[in-house]
Nanobody, 118 residues
Framework: QVQLVESGGGLVQAGGSLRLSCVAS????????TGWYRQAPGKSRELVAH????????NYADSVKGRFTISRDNAKNTVYLQMNSLKPEDTAVYYC???????????WGQGTQVTVSS
């Protein structure tokens, strides 16, 4: 019922920027909230940024506040993660997650690799 496709990852030098995109294909139900998560090798998956569809209220992990911005284009069913001032510790696979409260579940994208070199 929901497909999420991430793009925009890549290799960038420390201090650089990347913009990730998550395009959602959804039928019948609405996405209530979307989050960007990341998972580095040997570490647990962690929430990076989150946005509520109806209110556009956002929240961020402390480690990315002031550097990352999550936004949503409802007309395009796309959520973005603008990442500035990237650090080597931002290196991870980044995943998009969509919450559908009417279904009581969420969906994951396939992930996109972000590598920040020092």
């Amino acid at each position: 019922q929901v497909q999420l496709v991430e793009s925009g990852g890549g290799l960038v030098q420390a201090g650089g920027s990347l913009r990730l995109s998550c395009v959602a294909s959804v039928s019948k139900f609405s996405i209530d909230a979307t989050g960007w998560y990341r998972q580095a090798p040997g570490k647990s998956r962690e929430l990076v940024a989150h946005i509520i569809t109806s209110s556009a209220v956002t929240n961020y992990a402390d480690s990315v506040k002031g550097r990352f911005t999550i936004s949503r284009d409802n007309a395009k069913n796309t959520v973005y993660l603008q990442m500035n001032s990237l650090k080597p510790e931002d290196t991870a696979v980044y995943y998009c997650n969509a919450e559908l409260h009417d279904l009581g579940r969420d969906y994951w994208g396939q992930g996109t690799q972000v590598t920040v070199s020092s």
